[in-house]
Every structure is written in structure tokens, then in C-alpha cells.
């Protein structure tokens, strides 16, 4: 199928506003001002103010989607639910990211154990029983010791598991986990109280019966015990009549057949009912492997993928033209694909190139499918927009290790989705994106042609070292370009030949998505994190320092002790800072976030400013300390030469692990100060006291300069 005609793209739609949903017991916070969602509609939703409930404000569509995307925009899922407000009066932290290495991996052993005993308790293979929950835990337990093993080469390294539980401690933890609608974090330490266990629901007696146990699924939680002596009482009444009138009187229902009928009820419709629909979606996911997929988001899919560059290079008749000792280096390489879809739609939500699968590519990825992509697609030089974005429910993930990592699976339930690992060498558990890869080497890899890589092979002269950059950039603008503007409108059999883009827009008019988080939750939760301590200057983040009155305050607290640090990938111009939990520091409110002092930073990515910071060393290397005028000389440079930026359209940037980090600051700026000139200032600033810094205005950084349209050649159609 060919490629739509330049007049043919001119007509696609790229002015839609997306739709969010936001639910009764959210809590949406614009410009300082905390609001409740009271209503929505087809134009836009009306919140409730907090501080006056009277009063109601109305806002468009268009208006929530240019507020979120503001520093005045948060969004707390489920804030006032009950689970909530339980889990807040124990401890300040709500994300798993949050806890310390030990304490996340019992967690979520924790949550495992329970997540596969409610599965095996729902399909009739388990009971509350001791012996059976024995049974139970040497099955769950068996598996997890598989996953383990699975795990690296034989004899490589020990594999270190936790001891299985009790059946009495399997049922501590299934109380709190249930009493806090199955919110992980409940499953920590002090999370061990009980609560309703919501068991299973269920004439002229059994109508009374039916109609006090319908009261049952009522937002005011009544317990059962309650109800039965309501019900008595009305039986009572009701018995006094009917003696008077001679019949026959009603008998008094035990404890025992009053809840059997509560538990013929519907499950789902009860679990609504007392707590939230949303917290009902996430209950009989647990127990349910799922619902079926009707809703953008309702479930995507990640996997990763090779991308054969040995084959590529084959078919561009370029293969021949290198030495044995080149091609043994094109061999040795591998680069992956890591790409996330929607299940529903078949849009692509995210596609990063990476050296090595790991778990820093598994939350990138998880990172670029919940939030807007539209600046990727605009720096390729697409048609359409990249404006597939939101909070999934349930993500189903690949086996390989950084998708078990403890970390990934930390942010995936921070962002309150559930996870689903299919069984190992079960393709068809993720079915879209073993079509969706299908399809990409199909209409994307097999249609390079040997134009795509000349820049990479010169003569017969190919050097992995000096084009292990170049390859995944020019790869990556063309894979954007390729799954924003032909892809995502290329009719999609899976979908009765509409397209994914379409069926985005239809279905998020009927069921909208969740937002994304904003930008202080989601660099909280996807951040790169690192330990620092608060000085006279603040915290110093590879050689830049962030300083403010609120983190002072905490040095206060915190002393000499190292605190934690939130770094965003994208943006370096803030971060977040905490305290270590665990340190009992009673001023701990959580995350607080700090502006650095170097300005200009605004959308600046951890790569763009480590390539900017080794140029800036190479050039002042008997320097002391560099002026603003040489860093934004460097920042612009790097953006018009280099194609990290927007060429790279951001999926080829490379993950920088912790320990890179450090070498970095080691061996690039342990040395340097980065101080405040002015435009007309020398590069080089005479030594001076860094607090001297101040505010001012100064030059932003250059534009990269627009991408060439590849224009309307025929390498852009893929076939079914």
C-alpha cells in the first residue's frame, strides 16, 4: 500500500484536542487551586472547587490539555478514595520508588505471592485453607524460582530468592492489600491492618434478603452485620402485621444464609459500588487476567526487538564492500528496538534504539508511551502529529530482565497499572506486537535502500567508533517519520481497515484516557536517581548546582546525611529532592522541587549537556571556572552539529547508567564551575565566590535548524 499523497496527508486531521478522564475521587490542582471533577461532557469538564464547594468552574477540552502541559497543572489519581486516605495516615510516601532497594524487593515478592494466589483462588485452584494455601505456595513459589533461573547464563552467579511465606502470613498480607483497593504500597511495612474482605455476593423472605443485601454495594460501606439487623428489625415489623392479619409469619434469616446471598451478587458491580469503579477495574484485572480490551490504554504492550543491521546492510549491497575485520565489528554490535503499542488502537505509543535492553530502556520506554510525543514527530519533520498519550491500565510486558526489574516495576505501579507477564516463549500473550514488529521489518527495515547508509560506509572504510552514533540518529528520524506518518495512517487489517490513528480519535471521544502525570509526578517517577548532599550552594547535579530557600530548610534537617535526587532525562533546568526514607525526619512532606542556577537549561536533555560539558572541557581545560557565554556557545553548537537533538528525534539518545553519571562528574566537571557573564563579558571569569550568582535574562539557545522533507519519493508504503 502505497504512501498517502502529499494533498492526501494535507487533509489528515492534526488539530484534534485529546480527552482525559478524570474521576470523581481525583483531585486536580490549576494554579494553586484544588478542584474535585464534578461532570464532563462532549466540550469539557466542570470541576469543584475545595475551598468554596459551592462554586464551580467549567473548562474546555482544548483548556485541560494547554493546563497540564503548565507548571500550575497537577493531577492526583484516586486522592480522596478511602484507600487513599488510609495509606496517608501511615506515611508520606505513595511510590514505590520511593522505598529503599531491600524494602521494594520484599514488596513486591510480596505483591507476586498475593497477585498469583488471587488468580489461582478465583479459577477454583485455591482456597483460604491452610492445606491448599500450602499447595498454592509451592506452585507460586516454583514459578518464581523458573523466572529466576531463567535469568543469565548457567554458573554465571547466585540467585538469591526470599523464603516463601506461611499461609498465615499470605493472609496478613491479602487483608491490607485488599482493604487498600490492591495498592501495592499497602504490602510495606505498618500497612498490616485489616479490613473488609468484600467477599463473593447471591422469596417472601428471600426478597427481603435480596433487597437489604443490594444496600451492600453502597458507597457508605455498610457491613453485614448491620444489615442483617436491619433486615431482623424489618421482619419484626412486617411479623406484627401479619399476626394481626393472620398469616403466616416470616422466619429470621441466619447470619450464614443472609451472606450467601450477598455473595450471589456480582462482584464487580459490588466492589464499584463501595469503593470506585477504578478501583474495581484494578481488582478484577487481578483476579480476572484481564477484561477484554475496548478503551485506548485500557491495556499496551512493550516488547523489544533486534534490529538486524547485518541484514540491512546485506540488502543495501553495502556488506561486501567491508573488511573481515569490519564485519566481525558489525556483528559484534547489536542494536534493539524497544517499542511500546496500545492494544486497542494498535498505535505505536513509543519506540526508543538502544545498545543493550536494560531496565533504564524499559522505564525510557514506559516514560515516552505516557506522555505527548508531538515534539518528536514535529523535530522528524511528520505530517501528523505524535499526540498518542495517557495513563494505562494494565501493561503486558515481555520476560526479559529489565521488564522484571525491580525498578520498572516500581514506576509501572506508581502510575497505578497493573502488570501482566505472559509466560516465557508464549508469543501470542502479546499478539500486536509480534505483528506490530512484523510489520515494521516488512515496511520499514526491508525498504532502506543503500542511500541510508552511505554515510556510514565510505570505500570499504566503516568504524563502528565513529559512526556508533550516526547509525541509530539516521536510523531513528526515519523510523519516526515512518510510524507517525505511514503507519498510524495506513488502514490496519486488525482494525477493519481503519486506521490506528482514526480509531485513537473515534474511541477517545467514547472512553477517554487518563492524563499523564504532570511533570513533577512524572519526573518523581521515571527520574534518574542519585544521592547528593545539600551544601552552602545546594545540591550539585553533574557540575550544575540547584539551590532554594525550601531545600535550605531541609539541610537543616537532613545535616551532612545524603538525600535523595530526581533527575528528568529531557529537562535539566529543575530536579526533585528528598529525604532517604527511612531516616525519620519529621520534616519529610515528600519531593520538592529545585531550580538550577544556570538558566537556560529549559528542555536541555542529560546527553545534549554531557556532549556540551566534554567540549566545554576539551577547549578550557586549565580553566577553573566557565562562564555562562561558553556553555550556550557550547549548547548551541551541539544542537546545530550533532544529531543527537532534534534529528534524533529523541529515540537513538543514549541511557546514561549511574555509574556513567559519576565517571562523568568525575572526569568532566569535578574541576569546573559553571558562573553568571554576560553577553560581552570575557568566556573566562577571574575566580569568585559561586553564591555570587545571580538572576538575570540571557540569550536562549539556538533552534536546530529544520529537517529536510525526504520528500514524496516511494521508499514510504508498507504492505498488510
Not at 478511602?82 to 531491600?102: F, G, N
Not at 417472601?204 to 453485614?224: I, N
Not at 532517604?580 to 519529610?588: Q, V
Request: aromatic share 8%; net charge neutral.
Amino acid at each position: 500500500m502505497n504512501t498517502p499523497t502529499p494533498q492526501e496527508a494535507a487533509s489528515v486531521s492534526t488539530d484534534v484536542v485529546p480527552r482525559f478522564r478524570l474521576e470523581p475521587t481525583d483531585k486536580v490542582t490549576i494554579n494553586g487551586v484544588d478542584y474535585v471533577p464534578k461532570s464532563a461532557d462532549d466540550f469539557g469538564h466542570v470541576l469543584r472547587r475545595l475551598d468554596n464547594s459551592e462554586m464551580c468552574e467549567s473548562f474546555t477540552h482544548a483548556q485541560i490539555d494547554e493546563l497540564r502541559k503548565e507548571d500550575g497543572w497537577a493531577h492526583c489519581r484516586g486522592f480522596f478514595s478511602s484507600s487513599k486516605a488510609q495509606l496517608r495516615t501511615v506515611r508520606p510516601e505513595t511510590l514505590l520508588s520511593d522505598l529503599p532497594s531491600k524494602q521494594l524487593q520484599r514488596l513486591l515478592f510480596r505483591k507476586t505471592f498475593c497477585d498469583e494466589f488471587l488468580r489461582m483462588e478465583a479459577d477454583g485452584l485455591a482456597s483460604r485453607s491452610d492445606a491448599s494455601m500450602k499447595g498454592a505456595i509451592r506452585s507460586i513459589f516454583a514459578n518464581i524460582v523458573t523466572s529466576a533461573l531463567s535469568d543469565g547464563r548457567c554458573g554465571s552467579e547466585d540467585v538469591n530468592l526470599k523464603r516463601p511465606p506461611s499461609p498465615r502470613s499470605l493472609r496478613r498480607w491479602l487483608d491490607p492489600y485488599a482493604a487498600c483497593a490492591w495498592d501495592p504500597i499497602a504490602l510495606s511495612h505498618n500497612y498490616g491492618r485489616s479490613g473488609n474482605r468484600l467477599p463473593r455476593f447471591g422469596k417472601e423472605e428471600r426478597d427481603l434478603m435480596q433487597e437489604y443485601a443490594d444496600m451492600y454495594a453502597g458507597r457508605l460501606q455498610p457491613s453485614k452485620k448491620k444489615l442483617l439487623s436491619d433486615l431482623h428489625g424489618k421482619i419484626k415489623e412486617l411479623n406484627k402485621q401479619r399476626q394481626i392479619a393472620g398469616e403466616r409469619l416470616l422466619k429470621l434469616p441466619s447470619r450464614a444464609a443472609f451472606e450467601r446471598v450477598i455473595e450471589s451478587l456480582d462482584p464487580f458491580h459490588v466492589y464499584a459500588g463501595r469503593n470506585s469503579p477504578e478501583a474495581a477495574r484494578k481488582k478484577f484485572f487481578v483476579v480476572q487476567n484481564g477484561l477484554s480490551v475496548t478503551r485506548p490504554l485500557e491495556r499496551i504492550e512493550l516488547d523489544e526487538n533486534m534490529i538486524p543491521l547485518q541484514t540491512l546492510l546485506t540488502d543495501a549491497k553495502l556488506w561486501h564492500r567491508l573488511t573481515p575485520k569490519e564485519q566481525a565489528e558489525v556483528e559484534r554490535r547489536r542494536l534493539w528496538l524497544s517499542t511500546a503499542i496500545d492494544t486497542a488502537t494498535r498505535c505505536c505509543l513509543a519506540a526508543l534504539i538502544v545498545e543493550n535492553p536494560s531496565e533504564a530502556s524499559a522505564i525510557a520506554t514506559l516514560e515516552m508511551a505516557v506522555n505527548d510525543k508531538s515534539a518528536y514527530a514535529s523535530a522528524a519533520g511528520c505530517v501528523t502529529p505524535w499526540d498518542q498519550c495517557g495513563t494505562p491500565e494494565c501493561i503486558a510486558n515481555d520476560v526479559g530482565a529489565g521488564y522484571k526489574s525491580f525498578g520498572y516495576r516500581a514506576a509501572a505501579c506508581d502510575l497505578g497499572a497493573d502488570l501482566m507477564f505472559p509466560t516465557t516463549g508464549t508469543p501470542q500473550m502479546r499478539g500486536k506486537q509480534e505483528r506490530f514488529y512484523r510489520t515494521i521489518h516488512t515496511g520499514f527495515f526491508s525498504r532502506l535502500n543503500g542511500r541510508t547508509f552511505e554515510n556510514v560506509v565510505a570505500k570499504g572504510n566503516y568504524d563502528c567508533a565513529a559512526n556508533s552514533d550516526s547509525d541509530p540518529s539516521e536510523m531513528g528520524q526515519l523510523l519516526v517519520r515512518y510510524l507517525v506518518d505511514v503507519y498510524h495512517n495506513t488502514p490496519h487489517s486488525g482494525l477493519g481497515g481503519e486506521t490506528p490513528r482514526n480509531a485513537w480519535l473515534r474511541l477517545t471521544k467514547i472512553f477517554p484516557v487518563i492524563p499523564p502525570p504532570d511533570k513533577e509526578v512524572n519526573r518523581h517517577i521515571f527520574g534518574l536517581t542519585q544521592e547528593s548532599r545539600i551544601g552552602n550552594h545546594g545540591v550539585r547535579v553533574l557540575g550544575l548546582y540547584y539551590q532554594s530557600q525550601e531545600l535550605q530548610r531541609l539541610r537543616r534537617t537532613t545535616g551532612m546525611k545524603p538525600v535523595l535526587v530526581r533527575i528528568d532525562r529531557t529537562d535539566l533546568s529543575r530536579i526533585s529532592v528528598r529525604p532517604k526514607p527511612g531516616l525519620n525526619i519529621a520534616s519529610d512532606q515528600g519531593w520538592i522541587s529545585v531550580d538550577c542556577l544556570t538558566s537556560g537549561l529549559e528542555g536541555v536533555s542529560v546527553d545534549h549537556w554531557m556532549r556540551a560539558a566534554r567540549i566545554i572541557r576539551k577547549n578550557n581545560a586549565d580553566m577553573a571556572k566557565v562562564s555562562e557565554a561558553v556553555v550556550h556557545q557550547a549548547l548551541r553548537d551541539i544542537a546545530e552539529f550533532s544529531r543527537m537533538a532534534a534529528k534524533r528525534a529523541g529515540i537513538a539518545s543514549p541511557l546514561y547508567t549511574s555509574q556513567e553519571r559519576e565517571r562523568f562528574d568525575r572526569d568532566v566537571v569535578r574541576n569546573f564551575e559553571f558562573v553568571r557573564g554576560s553577553e560581552n563579558a570575557p568566556a573566562v571569569l577571574e575566580p569568585s565566590d559561586d553564591v555570587a550568582v545571580v538572576e538575570g535574562e540571557i540569550e536562549g539557545l539556538a533552534q536546530p535548524k529544520e529537517l529536510p522533507d525526504d520528500g514524496d519519493d516511494d521508499t514510504w508504503f508498507v504492505e498488510d
